[in-house]
């Protein structure tokens, strides 16, 4: 298996050398040829080394981009080596580790303050016996006729009309009709808001 990778490497590496040729001796007999198959062979050496293709690939793509002589298409300052690359590659790992450890400290920030509610309900909470807590609801009216305050809820033998009343009500108007414990008159709370 490993010699017939070779062998393909090999036929590969030949049909490029032959590519480059073809491209580098359109001028024939041009003395400058030679050294554009010099510079051809260059920087595909550097285009596959920093893009991470290989060699084929990019001279395809390369010529697929040529318009005119090669003569005058490979030269120098029309390719840059592609140093620039090693610099974005280092400061895109750069950021990349910022942001790693900016997200590693969100996430201790994030259970420090996960902790301080924990520490703070547990203080809240300390001591209250949820057993013993109790609560109490009051309805005071005042009786027309004697002007005695009495607050109907605590009359227990009224107790049957207001199990209707649900104490978590906000603004619910309702009639009620009351005996006065003073008096023992009876009258109505009309639209008595609790």
Known sequence: MQEAIS??????AKELDRMVDMVANEWSGDSRCSELKRFIIEL??????????????????????????????YQ???????????QYEKMIKDLYAKLNRQAEAHKEHLREIAKAQADALEV?????????????VSLHVECPYCHRTQDVFSDWHQREKWDEVNVCES?????????????????EVEDAKY
């Not at 300390?126 to 807590?133: E, R, T, Y």
């Open 171 to 187: 603004a619910t108007f309702r009639d009620f009709e009351i005996e006065c414990e003073n008096c023992g008159k009876h009258y």
């Open 124 to 136: 809240r909470t300390k001591g209250l016996d949820k057993s013993s807590a109790s609560w109490d």
């Open 76 to 86: 120098d300052p029309r390719f840059r080596y592609l140093k620039e690359v090693e």
């Open 44 to 73: 595909l050496d550097i285009y596959e080394k920093r893009l991470h293709l290989d060699k084929r690939t990019i001279f395809m793509a390369l010529e697929s981009k040529r318009t005119y002589s090669a003569m005058n298409y």
């Open 7 to 12: 062998e393909e490497q090999r036929n590969a």
